[in-house]
């Protein structure tokens, strides 16, 4: 019984391949439930490209829908050759959560879309995404194309792709290594972006684990931002993240020092509550330039988004001439 509520679960899936469904394609070759109710699925499919929207899917019934503790999934097939994306992908990485990545993400692709650029936005915080928030977009699923890829929500004419879309409102995301995985997959094969952007900003986790390896592994030429604050607890962890990313042979464009100093607009004096020397440390162990030092302030349209005229919103800009100077086309 319950396999069988399985299979026809599992059987309306669609294949964005061939437009049909796994029932229709006779593609479930077997399922199994072990006696730790763990459930085993074989799926074949002539190709294998969008495999990572249906691990996505299956995913959903079996975890979700259906509960189950645990899944593992086959897949046999031929995984057909792509040509290799014009996308350029800038990560903003950090090792330490807390430090403002998302928000200098947001900002980040904000001034980018200023300067005539068409800007994407991955959130590759699996367990923590706030991208969605720190924009202050509504959450809602996202929809699919005629391919049954995923159509990005949209911030103004910038596209994202975020967790948040896939869960319910408040529901916290409890899922092991695999599942992470197929979302990080699915980010960049199963997403149909609809602008064709010309750089895709990537706000990456806090640490240089799973999700952070995922993500370099998918985009071994991209460049990368590494984000700290003033602290030089925080700096000697980011560090860390920038040394791992080095190792695998990213480029590291550069250091931004976020909440560098707060900036009494009376006085003009400086107020560096949270320390200094963080950024120009980072800096110095990378051996790359501190492209800026942020000062703290208070966003106008929204929690984090600054106002055009503001200092900080004029720093990204400058931020995002200095990486299309140095790396565009």
């Known amino acids: 019984m319950e396999k069988a509520l399985i299979l026809e679960k599992i059987g309306e899936i669609i294949d964005p391949t061939e437009d049909k469904t796994l029932k229709e394609l006779n593609s479930i070759k077997n399922i199994n439930i072990t006696k730790n109710n763990i459930v085993e699925v074989t799926i074949e499919l002539d190709d294998l490209l969008n495999k990572d929207v249906i691990k996505l899917a299956i995913a959903k019934i079996i975890k979700i829908d259906l509960a189950y503790p645990g899944l593992k999934i086959n897949f046999t097939g031929k995984e057909k050759i792509v040509e290799p994306s014009k996308i350029k992908y800038l990560a903003i990485a950090s ?44 959450i809602k699923p996202l929809d699919l194309n005629d391919e049954g890829l995923i159509i990005p929500a949209k911030y103004q004419d910038i596209e994202i792709i975020s967790t948040e879309f896939f869960m319910p409102k408040d529901k916290p995301l409890m899922w092991r290594g695999p599942l992470v995985t197929q ?11 609809q602008n064709n952007p010309d750089i895709i900003l990537i706000d990456l986790p806090p640490g240089t684990g799973d999700i952070a390896m995922d993500v370099r592994e998918r985009t071994p030429k991209s460049d990368m931002i590494i984000v700290t604050n003033p602290n030089v607890a925080a700096a000697n962890i980011a560090v860390k993240a920038g040394l791992g990313s080095k190792e695998i042979g990213h480029n590291i464009f550069g250091v931004i020092e976020n909440m560098s100093y707060y900036l009494n607009l009376c006085s003009k004096e400086r107020d560096y509550i949270f320390g200094t020397g963080g950024g120009s440390l980072v800096a110095e162990k990378l051996k790359v330039d501190l492209l800026a030092q942020i000062p703290i302030g208070i966003p106008n349209d929204n929690d984090t988004i600054y106002d055009q005229n503001t200092i900080q919103a004029k720093i990204y800009l400058m931020i995002a001439k200095k990486y299309l100077e140095k790396y565009g086309d």
Do not use: H, Q
């Open 183 to 193: 979302m990080i997959n699915m980010y960049f094969s199963g997403v149909i972006w």
């Open 95 to 138: 090792g330490k959560g807390g430090v403002g990545k998302s928000t200098v993400t947001a900002n980040l692709a904000i001034a980018l879309r200023n300067l005539g650029v068409k800007v994407g936005i991955i959130d590759a915080d699996i367990y923590g995404a706030s991208i969605p928030f720190v924009l202050n977009m509504e």
